[in-house]
Structure formats: structure tokens, C-alpha cells
Nanobody, 123 residues
């Protein structure tokens, strides 16, 4: 199993760029596909973007396409999320997750989860 810890959240302004990190420990990081999800208050958790074990493939939600970049550094056991042109609707708790097989878009396709980091976008 692997432990995941998100960081980089906080109060940001609309139009700014956000960069989140997810540090993994306790397991073979390169064996997992990684994904980012987010959950706004009163809403269901939704898929944002994912990346394959090698970093060669990605999957991006239509809701954020064109504004997000996901990357990973397997040597540092870290996956990153960058969101450009932030909007108030990006406000949510952001979670990173690890999947054993492939980049899924469903919550139940991921095996390990971080505790999340709050991102609040002000206008």
C-alpha cells in the first residue's frame, strides 16, 4: 500500500495558476497510475485528470481540459497538478489517488487516497 499527502492548496484568486503536489510513500510509486479528483461542498467527488505509471498517457476531464497539466516525477515519488486560469467553480477539496492498473475516471477504480487539500478561488 501507499500513503499519499497533498499539499499546495490555499486561498487563490481567479485567473491565477495553481500548483498542487502529492507525495507518495510506503509503496512502489511507479507501479501506480495516479489521478486527481476534487469535491466541492455538497457535491460528489469528480475526476479531474490522471496519468499513467510511466507518465506517457493522460486522461483529462472535459470540465478542465485546456487548463490543466498533470505530471509526475517517479524519482521523487511525486505527482503534480497545475490548473491555469482559475475560476471560482474550481473551489473544492482536491484529492490525489493511486490506481493499481490503469487511469480510471471513477472513484472506485482507485485503491489509495490522500486526505485532500482545500483550494478556494476568490473572484
Amino acid at each position: 500500500q501507499v500513503q499519499l499527502v497533498e499539499s499546495g492548496g490555499g486561498l487563490v484568486q481567479a485567473g491565477d495558476t495553481l500548483r498542487l503536489s502529492c507525495a507518495a510513500s510506503g509503496g512502489p510509486f511507479s507501479a501506480y497510475a495516479m489521478g486527481w479528483f476534487r469535491q466541492a461542498p455538497g457535491k460528489e467527488r469528480e475526476f479531474v485528470v490522471g496519468i499513467s505509471r510511466s507518465g506517457g498517457s493522460t486522461s483529462v476531464s472535459d470540465s478542465v481540459k485546456g487548463r490543466v497539466t498533470i505530471s509526475r516525477d517517479n524519482a521523487k515519488n511525486t505527482v503534480y497538478l497545475q490548473v491555469n486560469s482559475l475560476k471560482p467553480e474550481d473551489t473544492a477539496v482536491y484529492y490525489c489517488a493511486a490506481a493499481l492498473v490503469y487511469i480510471g475516471r471513477r472513484i472506485d477504480e482507485y485503491d489509495f487516497w490522500g486526505h485532500g487539500t482545500q483550494v478556494t478561488v476568490s473572484s
